[in-house]
Structure formats: C-alpha cells, structure tokens
C-alpha cells in the first residue's frame, strides 16, 4: 500500500490519463506517412538508448505502444468499410505490438550461446578460495570484507572496496580486471543461479547479468569474458563478449555516502538511517532529536560500514548538539512524571560504549555512575533494560538465566536457559506427568542518581510478592576470589540475619520466597530457606545441598540443582565404554563441606555432576522429596523419572530409573512423549539396560515382562519404531528376547497365566506365558552381587556401587 497522499496519487493518476491520450490522439491525428515515420524514429530511439546506456526506458517502450495503438485506430479509419476498417486497424496494431517485443527481445542479448575457446588459458583463481584482486591495474589497494562460504564448504562470498571507494557486494574470490583496467568483473555466487557482476569503473555503473555460465574467471580482455563453468560438473570453458553482457543487463548506478559510493540497491539500505529523527517527549518536555552523524572520512576506517552499522546519531536537545551518541532504533531512554528531567544511554563518542547519564531541566547533563554487574558464580543476568526515572534513583530490569543441566535431570550444569523451563509438577491418574513453565526470575536494579554506583551503591529488588512487598539486596562484600557476592535481605521493613546470595525464586502463589545463604569458601552455599511473607516467618530446609541452583518455584514445590560428585571425563567410545549416564553418577562423591570449594572449582580432567531435586512442605517442615516413587500399578510408555514397582506379595521389587524422555511441549501443562533407554535394577540384584518404561510382575512374582523401544535407524530392516517384549525370570535369572512388535505405547493390564497388554489405537492382545516360555533363555552372568546380562558386564562396576532405593516411611 502506498504511502502518498490521496491528493497526490490523483495527481499522478491524471498525468498518466493525459501522456497516454496525447500519444494516442498524435497517432490517430498525424497523416498516416508520419505516423509510419514516427514509428521508425521511436525503434531508432530504443536501438540507441540500448546500446548506449544499456537498457531502453520504460517510458520509450510505453510511448511506442501507444502511438502503435493510435497509428492502428487510423488506419481503420483511413480504409473504406467498417469491417475493412476494424480489420485492418486491428492488424496493424496486432503487427505493430509483435514487432516491437520482437525487436526488443533482440536488444536483450544475454542468450547469446558461450563460444569454445581456440587456446585455452590458465585457469584462474578459484571460487572457493582462490588469490582475489589485490590491487587495481594502477596499483592502489583493495579491500575486502565479509568473506564466508555459501553453506558447509561451499563456494566464498566476498565485497570489494575499490580505492576511489565504490563498494561491489556479493562477489567472488575468482575476480579480475579487464585488460584495458576498465571494468572489473567477478561471478556472483549463488545457492541457485549464479551471476556475474561487471563494474564500469569510467562509467560509475554496476551491471548484474543473469547468465549463470561463470563460476571462475581466467582472462577478462577489452572485448571477452573468459572463464568456467562449474568446476562441480564439466568445468567447461566460457567466452562471451563484454559489451553484449553489458547490454544484456540493467545497470545500476552509484550513489554516495561520505567518501564512500554504493550502487543504489545497497544505498537505499542505508539512507533511511540518515535523515533527522525525532523523539516523543512528554508534555512540557524538551525537544529532542536524534541527527546522523558520519565522521569525516569513512574510507579512513579499517571498518569504513562500522558507523552505518552501529545505527547511532547525535543527540540534540531544544536545538543544541549534547555531544552524545545513541541508537537511532528504540533509543534508550526514560522519563519523570513531570517530563523535566530525562535518563538515558549513549555514548560520549560516536563509536564508544554506552554510559548512563541524567538530564536535568534546570542542571543540564551529567554522567552517571556504573550500574550493578554479576560475578561469575552470580546468576546470570541479560543486558538491563531501562524501566523508569524515580526520585533518586533509575530503575532497571534483569532477567536472570535458568541453570540446566546437559540431560535436563542430571548431569554437568553445562548451560543457562534465557527462556522459561518447564518443570513436573504433577502426575495424572494414569501416570502422565504433567509440566508447568516455570519463567525467568526477574530483578529490578536500582542505581542511584548521586553517591555510590556499582555494586556497593546498587540495590537489587525481587518480583513483587502477592502482598505487594519486595525482597530488597544490599550488596556488603565480595568472597575472596570475587566469584559471588555477599548480600544483606530485608522484605519490606522485616530485615533477616546472616548473609545472603542473590539466587532466589518467588512462589507462583506470591505468598513465599526460596532464597540461598551466602557461605565463604573453603565450602559452598548450601542453605535453602523459605520466606514466608504472610506469616514473616522464616523456615529452613535441613539437609545441606551443596552448589545449589534454584529453577522454579510452582505448585509449593522449590526445584533445584545441587552438585553430588564429580567424574573423570571420559570421551565417547564403544559399547558401554561412553556416558552411562544416571547408572554411573559420581565416580568420586563430595569430601566433607570444609573441602567443598576446592572439589568443586574446574578442572579440565573433571565433569562434575549434579543432579535435579524437589523441595516441598509435608505439614511440619519443608523437606526434600524422595528421588524415587513407588507405584501400585504398571507405569505407562510416558512414565519417567525413578520409580519402584514392587512385586505381589512385595518379595521382591523393580527399581526403573535414567530414562530419556522424548517428546514435545503439546501446551503450557502437558508434555507428550514417551521413555526409553532406561535402566532396571530389582531388589533381588538383577540389572538391565536399554530399557523402556512399561513392566509388569506376574501374579506369582517370578516373572517381570519388560518392553524395549527400538528406533527404525538402529536395524537395516526397520521402517518404523517398534516396542519389543522381553522376559525376565528373576527365579532362574534369565533374561529372554522377542522381535516382534507390540505395537506402538504398548499398556500391560494384568500377568496371571497370559500377559495382557494394550497399544494404541489397536486393542486389547493376549500372550500366553506357556507360548512365550517356549523362546530360548539367555542366563545372566554373577557379577559381585549383581547379575547382568552380557552386553552390560563392561559397566559392570557401576552397578555394583548402586544401591536399592528404600521405601518412604
């Protein structure tokens, strides 16, 4: 939609209705002879302009139509007879219009077939990464920017800066200049069809040709193109002749910004950025204006598109330059309440880096100090935003990154999330967990306009709470290695004792705030309290968890990350010689909390492992929840987690735990998806791996049937995943294996004399014990109290360090 004014677009509009008419009515008014002559000169003007400035102007095209169309209408006038008349005027112009886009497809020379070489040439640079041009003919320097490859491995994309500062985008490394020195021509790489660039450099005019026979240059003369075609493919030789390219093609010509000079396409993605631009103020506010600025000289620059890039002006205010820089695009800046007075971020030189400073109506400007700035061991914040202008001080937000794990429950904390996370906080009836998204912890930062700055003059403020309160950190020192802060807390006029980190997560509720105590090394923060902001009561978890990371806060339910060993590293290898994940743990488990800082600094031949955990009040205090859970019916494909399924009669028990769980977010409260990949360790001392989550204990407790989830890529003859039965006999410690498939999200309902299991969208199915005990057993192997079968004896010592999980009092 066009941005004209009405009144204009008529305008326009009327210009054209009377430019056509004209040429119509000189066609039907003119004696036909010099209508017949008009004709010949308007083909003379269009061959003319072709070959002189390579293209022929629209409005010569639409006036040799038009003049076509009358030239028709007079002839059907001129013959006697209607029928003669409308016949022969529609001839005319029917011939008339052939002739013209006949003729001017003859112009348009780009289809001219590629000559064979008499003598071929040296082959020239290469377009992946040949010698390009390095100097002019004349011997000036060229520059070149950006160079990258089209994809992994393909051909490279660079620009050239010619040193009277006409700028060629798009090009290629296999450039080079004509003999004469004056055009320089370079194929325009492409992940479909190529092109070639041809630079006038008398004329100032790029020319792109849509011909895709170039990929490498090997000569480029007076009169020739020479080169390549795909070296890919057939490599064969290209000639074709300079000027016939030329014609063939539109040119386009420089415009310049400074000192330097861009073909108008690039131009136009500048210039929006150098006009005047001004800002909204409040009422009774200043006048402010953002103006372009460009330094003297941009060709003087190592980066001379650095200034255009970093989209800054000056800053005027009620007409006076300020001498400071700031981004054109959302400038960053806030007002007061009465408009007098104006906070914001820019630069003290054009390129420099943006500082705070404080506009005053009746005390101009002045810089303000530093705001607050994380640690290393702080939790990590994104750049601050400005909020707001208050009385003595301006207010900002962080967000602060979510810690996760690399197997999002266990694992090294290898990473921080700049998005909400998404945490279980609740079981269907049927086992399927359900998930809620948990977002960033928010902070407001605080810096005052006089005194101190940094982080001794900041104050950091949490979310506000449900009863509208906010917890309030006040920086007091640093620990020895100045990795985290220690911090003073109050909640509105209730100020706690002790010292305290900035990790901290308010309730989905607004009622509690789960908060870290600060510790000095030798050891680490392992203190979680709760904040109880109805009751002011402040209420401890007694377990020390050392290195403890907050994520969430939902449904009462504090989720955290805390460290529990560490582990050689070990790259991947063969079969059970990679990353066994929650089988293996910890190789080496936490010293005492005196030598916790030192366990826990970096180290490359150490990944240290940590592990997720849940945090709830159980009516008397609040407590870790147990890992593991202990079911009374059969999990389901998406159970995941740890669970326990004890046997009948509970003689024995079934220990599922480290499944990978696949699926996706379906919506904010339910992930779809199913486990795999997990592991099996019954009471009795039995372990297996490459597990799925459904399982079911025969009646008699001696045979517990399990499923496995084959991917389609893992065997040649697989079109699609498959759910496969195996079958445990605990009494005679076999283990026994089934190909075929059980259908997809396979439900055991019972295991009495047949195992009856259901699937998806296909129905109930019935196996008899008698008919599966018919396959052959495979005999697990003693291991030091466990007993494995062969594919899991090279980890055989991680299991042997596991132990049972014992049941929740």
Known sequence: MSDKPLGRLLLEGLGEIAWIAVLVALGVLLPLPLVALGWALLLGAEWATDRWRGKVPYRLQQALFFWVLGGGIALGQALPGFWLGLGGGLLAVIGGVLLQIRFERGLRLERQAPQALDVPLPAGGSAWGGAAPERTPEGEAIRLFDGGEIAMGGPLVC????PDGCFIPDCNP???FSSDGRHFVSPLPSRGAWGLAIFDRQERLLYRCAVDNFWELDSVTEREVIGRHSPLTSNAPQRLELQMLKAGSEAESFVAIGDLWLPESEWQRWSRDLRAQPLPTPLGGPALEIRPWLPDSLLALD???????????ELWINGEASGLYLSREAPPLVWNDDGRALALQAAGEPLGQGTYWLWREDGGLRALGEPWSALPAEPHAGGPELLGLESGWLRFGLDLAQPCLTYERYGTLGSYSHSSLYLLHARDADDRPRWREADMPRLDLLLPLDGAAGRPGCLLQSAPLADGSRAVWEWL????????????LRLGDWRLDGEWTLDHRVSDCGRYLAVVAFAEAPTLPQRLAILDSRERRLEWLAEPLADLHLQGFIDGQVHLLHLLGRNAYQPPGGPGEGDPGLLRRFDEGLPEPGAWHAFGRFHDDWRHYYEQARVAFDGTAWRLCPASRWLEAPPR?????DFVLPSVGAEDAAWGFGFHYEGMHRD??????F?????LLTASGIGLGNLAAPMIWSADGRYLALTRHVQRYEESDLERDQWRLLLLDVQERTLRRYRDDLGEYPCFDSFDDDLCFRCAGTGRYVLALDSLLKAPAESLQACAGRWLPAEELPRRRYWERLAFPSRPQ
């Open 159 to 162: 620009h050239y800066l010619m």
């Open 174 to 176: 296999s450039a080079r």
């Open 303 to 313: 980066d001379p598109f650095a200034p255009l890039r970093a989209n800054r002006g």
């Open 477 to 488: 020192r640093d620990d020895q290695e100045a990795e985290r802060g220690a911090y003073a």
């Open 637 to 641: 494909p998406w159970s995941d987690g």
């Open 668 to 673: 904010e409260d339910v992930r779809a998806g």
């Open 675 to 679: 486990s795999r990949d997990g592991y």
